[in-house]
């Protein structure tokens, strides 16, 4: 079936970049491929380096009126926007499942967790204020404000098409940001229908950008341009750090969400039954495609066995499918290239003397997709470049230690501080281990960290700055301060 067909809105199947209010083609087109089936679903325009330009033009020109547009009036729009990705969640969670690949029951969760940051950032906007203070000087009087940085591009990941765009776009515009989005190439028929909405939501010309194409031609004018003044990522490392360099001329701000090696800890006084069920939610949501996913499951080694034995269970029971199934678990890898990669690290972890409980093999010949099987490996050391790798697939692999000092040792033996899980009930070790941990973001008990009222980002090579809360609409912000002298005492 034509994915345009599979929609009630087709006119949410955009192909061409929104740039200045009006849809724009380019002078080639790029395939885009569903990764359950290998077929292509879209050809889409790729706007090169002149489109990059006029979008950074079309959001200069806009930042003279946003900037000064009231806060209420910018949170209106985004509550229109808000209500319109929620009227239109079946249509943008078939985008997802058909680009993407993950099952259309979780695209939709995705829906609902990423207007779930407009509606958040809508209510900020009238929030952004600044402060009184004290002065030293007689007769004078001191205060800050809060003004929007300017024009903010925002680079994107292909593993929440939706959510990692709501995540930056909604704070930026409530801040008074024009935004200049480029959405990754696998995954560009969301944040189009995205860009649709925003159009219709009222946003003036300009505010909302969305531009498609080759990221050589498009990434050096996005970090480049004197009129963009911040730069927000989310991806790996290694792009982290060639962006914050390409930033480093103009003293552009940047806020970087990056990659993750996430410790999943189970101590032995911890609800086994709980922890397993943290696991398999925490480990094979998206197929295990996202920074945040548990990559080293490290259990005391008291309980351990048990612990493996439990989780062998429900990861036997995980089955891999096409998104639009109605009994898929978790969908397809993003490409054959990742399947690849996530195989070859299972087959070095097997040399190095670990087990595979099990899975441990792709699905090709099976399901004919970019699927690998939901995996369970044992025995592993922590030398195996699996433990040290972000896997960013379906693999959950068990590492034991003794005691709490080990195994924060071996939790903090990471570049990468993104997210980590600890699973006890013991409320000292609750303290001291979280405390210990060097990660911003820690689940106690609970499998799932994000949220639209809570800060989301990491230490290390991990990321800078916060999104969500009242923190991600403040990066988005200079802090200005006025003294004002020749005040009558």
């Known amino acids: 079936m034509e994915l345009s067909n599979r929609l009630n809105d087709p006119a949410l199947f955009r192909t061409q970049s929104y ?31 002149a489109g990059a330009q006029a979008a950074i033009a079309a959001a200069s020109e806009a930042l003279k009126v946003w900037r000064k547009t009231s806060p209420f009036e910018r949170a209106r729009v985004l509550l229109k926007w808000h209500q319109l990705i929620q009227d239109n ?41 600044g402060e009184t203070l004290p002065v030293p000087a007689p007769g004078a009087r001191g205060w800050t404000i809060r003004q929007p940085v300017g024009v ?61 194409g080759d990221a050589t031609k498009l990434g050096p004018v996005m970090t480049g341009a004197p009129e963009v003044r911040m730069i927000g990522f989310t991806g790996s490392t290694e792009i982290g750090k060639l962006l914050m360099r390409q930033a480093a001329d103009g003293i552009k701000r940047v806020a ?33 495609q996202t920074c945040v996913s548990p990559n080293r499951i490290i259990v005391q080694a008291s309980i351990a066995d048990e612990f493996v034995s439990r989780l062998e269970a429900k990861i036997s029971s995980v089955k891999a499918g096409d998104g639009f199934a109605e009994d898929s678990d978790i969908g397809p890898l993003i490409h054959d290239e ?8 299972v087959k070095k972890a097997v040399a190095g003397g670990a087990r595979v409980v099990v899975g441990g093999q792709p699905l090709a010949d099976e399901l004919g997709g ?50 980590a899980y600890l699973y006890t ?33 990491g230490m290390k090579q991990s990321g800078i700055g916060r999104e969500g809360g009242k923190w991600g609409v403040e990066e988005f912000t200079e802090l200005k301060y006025v003294l004002l002298a020749g005040v009558n005492s």
């Not at 849809?23 to 569903?34: L, M």
């Not at 709501?166 to 028929?189: D, N, Q, W």
């Not at 070790?429 to 639209?452: C, K, Q, T």
Request: aromatic content about 8%; proline content about 6%.
């Open 152 to 212: 903010v591009s925002c680079i994107t990941p292909w593993n929440f098409p939706a959510a990692m765009i709501t995540r930056k776009a909604a704070p930026a515009l409530a801040a008074g940001c024009p935004i200049v989005i480029k959405p990754a190439p696998e995954t560009p028929l969301t944040a189009l229908a995205l860009a649709e909405l925003a159009d219709r939501a009222g946003f003036p010309d300009g505010v909302f950008n969305v531009i498609c």
């Open 425 to 457: 009930r013991d409320i000292g070790r609750v303290h001291r281990m979280s405390e210990g941990l060097d990660y911003g973001m820690i689940g106690v008990n609970a499998p799932m960290v994000g949220s639209a009222s809570t800060p989301f980002g």
């Open 89 to 129: 969640t079946d249509d943008l969670a078939t985008l997802i499942t058909a680009e993407m690949g993950k099952p259309w029951r979780e695209a939709k969760g995705e829906i609902a967790y990423g207007a779930g940051f407009v509606e958040w950032s809508a209510h900020e906007a009238a929030r952004v204020h």
């Open 256 to 288: 970087l969400e990056l990659g993750g090696n996430a410790p999943f800890i189970v101590m032995d006084d911890a609800d086994l039954d709980a922890a397993a069920a943290g696991v398999a939610q925490a480990k094979f949501r998206s197929g295990g």
């Open 19 to 49: 740039i200045g209010g009006a849809w724009t083609g380019g002078e080639t087109s790029f395939a885009v491929d569903n990764p359950a089936n290998r077929e292509k679903i879209a050809d889409v325009s790729d706007v090169g380096e």
């Open 370 to 419: 970019s699927f690998y099987a939901p995996t369970l490996i044992d025995g592993g050391n922590f030398d195996l470049e699996i433990a040290r790798s972000e896997i960013f697939g379906p693999v959950a692999s068990v590492y034991r230690a003794q005691n709490e000092d080990e195994i924060l040792q071996l939790a903090n033996d990471t570049p990468y501080g993104l997210a």
């Open 338 to 345: 990742a399947v690849a990669r996530v195989d070859a690290l």
